[in-house]
């Protein structure tokens, strides 16, 4: 429990306590600092199941046996995604709060369910323990992706057809990727903002 506390709980609640000093610092650098944590996530997993692996997991854990672990995974999170999405309409939640109930109430953290992983169990044992973590893990990032395409599509207006959504998805891009398309084509863009604005002085002046 010391353990836990101290690689788990120590660190969350040094976090926010020194969130009214590092919050504006952490917000300005949160690409470089997203790839620290999610490299950190990475590595933790990728030593704990790598020793496992080294310790003969496949050998224990038979392709029959790892199927049946794929459809518990399946089963258990098409039961939790249908408990969520009925308490949340039943409880009258709007949309919004409808996707954060269903995403949040399905979600697991390896970032600490591995390391409490590798602290309660010993050796090999800790990559077996953490096999059914990473199995569900898969398995509700492909589903999620679907839910909130499908999401997306359900909250825009039903009449606006396909042109809104196109421009939405435009609206929505990597600014940087539009940044570099515009600069390499900087003459015909000039061009065409350069006949808008003469439409509108024209507007402008009717």
């Known amino acids: 429990v010391v353990k836990i506390g101290v690689q788990l709980l120590l660190p969350f609640a040094a976090g926010h306590a020194l969130r009214p000093w590092i919050g504006d610092w952490v917000a300005r650098r949160q690409r470089w600092?997203?790839?620290?944590?999610?490299?950190?996530?990475?590595?933790?997993?990728?030593t704990a199941f790598g020793a496992a692996v080294l310790d003969g997991l496949w050998r224990v854990v038979p392709a029959s046996a790892l199927a049946?672990?794929?459809?518990?995974?399946?089963?258990l999170l098409a039961l939790v995604l249908l408990a969520t999405t009925w308490l949340a309409r039943v409880c009258g939640f709007d949309v919004e709060d409808e996707i954060t109930i269903v995403f949040c109430?399905?979600?697991?953290?390896?970032?600490?369910?591995?390391?409490?992983?590798?602290?309660?169990f010993s050796g090999g044992a800790a990559g077996l323990?953490?096999?059914?973590?990473?199995?569900?893990?898969?398995?509700q990032l492909m589903v999620c992706a679907v839910m909130a395409r499908r999401y997306a599509e359900r909250r825009q207006p039903a009449l606006a057809g396909q042109g809104l959504r196109d421009t939405t998805r435009i609206a929505a891009s990597d600014p940087e990727l539009w940044i570099q398309i515009l600069g390499a084509n900087a003459g015909p863009v000039g061009e065409v903002l350069r006949e808008f604005r003469d439409e509108l002085d024209g507007v402008i002046d009717a």
């Open 33 to 46: 600092l997203r790839v620290v944590d999610q490299g950190s996530i990475l590595l933790v997993v990728y």
């Open 68 to 75: 049946q672990l794929v459809v518990c995974c399946v089963v």
């Open 105 to 120: 109430g399905s979600k697991k953290s390896m970032a600490t369910g591995v390391p409490m992983a590798q602290i309660i």
């Open 129 to 139: 323990a953490i096999l059914p973590l990473m199995v569900f893990h898969q398995i």
